[in-house]
């Protein structure tokens, strides 16, 4: 009897497209505001609309997503800004090529018969 195994791939997503507020996404990611800002003023997190003024700025669930993972890299790996952008944009790239080989295989699978 084969057994075959299955990858699961689940994105967070917000169905109510709630935004947070500089405040909020330091609460929910345990962290200062000084760090938020730095990583939006080097791109690795972007607000949904660009505001002068930080505390004005509000965020989706994919930038506290990747906050998170931000913060994680940050403390695990000791990784600096750059190191951070370069690791998230990577990271990036890995789970939009397995979301396409998953795709492609299915698609195969389908083309196959199977």
Not at 1 to 12: A, F, G, N, P, Y
Not at 56 to 80: E, I
Request: glycine share 6%; proline share 3%; hydrophobic share 40%.
């Amino acid at each position: 009897m084969s057994r075959q195994d299955r990858i699961l791939t689940v994105e967070i997503t917000d169905a109510d497209g709630g935004v947070f507020t500089l405040h909020e996404v330091c609460e929910r990611g345990e962290c200062h505001a000084e760090f938020v800002i730095k990583l939006v003023n080097y791109g690795i997190l972007s607000p949904i609309e660009e505001h002068h003024f930080p505390l004005d700025w509000q965020f989706d669930v994919m930038a506290l997503t990747r906050l998170q993972r931000a913060l994680r890299l940050q403390q695990d790996l000791k990784l600096n800004l750059p190191g951070l952008a370069v690791s998230l944009d990577l990271l990036d790239e890995v789970q939009q090529m397995r979301r396409e080989v998953s795709r492609l295989n299915q698609r195969l699978r389908q083309i196959s018969g199977e």
